[in-house]
Structure formats: structure tokens, C-alpha cells
């Protein structure tokens, strides 16, 4: 039985963008779910770059017990820092001990991030085996040993835990043994996303993107990364078209691309098991 919380709030963070309005779809979508469930005596979402921000976030709540749970991928310079500091709590987060604090006369408890829970390493596959079997009037789709499963991330200097969550998953997947082969590849660090052709152990390659939202990254820079021509997909984008369809032929190989992560419905029984850690 699903443990409820009627004598708390539920907080989800964001990353939001000003240049994307679909960047906050998400974490909103996942907040009606969770509100429409009642397991909480209140759900908010709010946002670093979008209306409501974070600094304003426990102003609009009146709950005595809050849990906070960041809808972004991996533990970062976003979770451990900047979120904490905007909430009110002692920055960075580093363990345990700083997860629950009081902020005036509430008692907040700051949860991980979604994208490190185990749960993800399951999605990731299914995104993969999905979009291989939607293959319309194709030959038949291939079984997943014969398919080269990368995991697409942005990465970053700025924190060598962005990356982590992503390579945890790449090792879990590769443990299960369902995959032929299985990749770690990031947009600014090595190995890069361009580079997928001299990873694949085979024909058939399956590309997820591990985003909270489809964005720029996901609907035009991997893309293009992965081989489409950049003024084709500009053009679809300023028609609005797809940039994708699957499959494309490119450099010898099947590529699948899915859409990101973060929409999964999955989503929102991974942040009730992210409160119930620090319940």
C-alpha cells in the first residue's frame, strides 16, 4: 500500500526555460499526477528559470513537513548547490546529514534527484525497446542482443557528478546482459555523442536521450550529432515538423532515436520512493 503524507507538502524542482516552453511540461504534468493521487496535503512545482521560482517556492506553502524533490537527471552543481541555497537550506548538499533541515518553523526534506534512482535504468530500456518495436511497415524490429543501446547526456566540467548517473546506468544495463552493447556518450565530454559510429557493436543502434525535456539538445543538437544534415533539421524546426523519424539509415547502421526521459509515466512512483527515503 502506497504510504500518504497528508501532513506535508510535496515540492518538485525544475530546471524551466526561457526559450523552451515545453522545458517545464514535465515536472507540471508529474505534479497534477501526484496532486490527482492525494498523497500529499499539497503539491507545488516551481522552477530556477521559470514563474514560480524556487526562492518563492516555500512562501506558497503551509505545510509543516515539506519534501523536496529536484525532476532533474543526476546530482550536480543544479542539485547539491543552487537549489538548496534557493531554498533557504545550508549549501552544498553532501551526504545524509544535510538532506533534512528546519527553514523557520518548517522541516524540509530535501530528496534526490530523480534521474539517479534505480527505477531510470528501467525506463532507459524501455524507451529503447519501444521505439524499435513502433518500426511502421518495416522488416521486423531486432531483439534487443542485437542492438547497441547509447545513453545520450549533456556533461560538464563544472561537476564531475553530472555524468555519474548516466554511467550508472550504462553499468546496470550492461550487467543485465539484455543489450548487445551499451554506451555512456555526452555532448561536451568524451566520448561524444558524434562518435557513436565507432562505438556500435552492431547495425541496429538505439539513442536515448537522458533529458527531463525535449528541448534543443534533444530535437536539434543530437541529431545533428548523430548525423543529420544541421540545415535540414533547422528547417524542419522552423516548420515545426519532427526532426526525427525513425529509422534513419546513417553510416552503415539502424538508428532509433526516443523522445527524453523525464515524461516517462514512470516518473512520478520514482519521486514518491525518492520521499519515502527520507520519510
Known sequence: MTATYPDAALVLVGHGSTLNAESAMPTLRHADELRRRGTFGQVIACFWKEEPS???????????????VPVFVGDGYFTEEVIPRELGLRAPIRGPDDRVQSVGAQRIHYCGPVGTHDAMTVVVARRACDAVARDPGGPAPPEPAAISLFVAGHGTGRNENSRKAIERHVARLRDAGRFHDVHA???EEEPRVADWHRLAGTDNVVVVPFFVSDGLHSHEDIPVLLGEPEAVVRAKVQAGEPTWQNPRLLRGHRVWYTRSIGDEPHVPDVILERVAELA
Do not use: D, Y
Open 54 to 68: 524556487i526562492a518563492a517556492a516555500l512562501r506558497g506553502v503551509w505545510m509543516p513537513r515539506v519534501f523536496v
Open 185 to 187: 556518450v555526452f555532448m
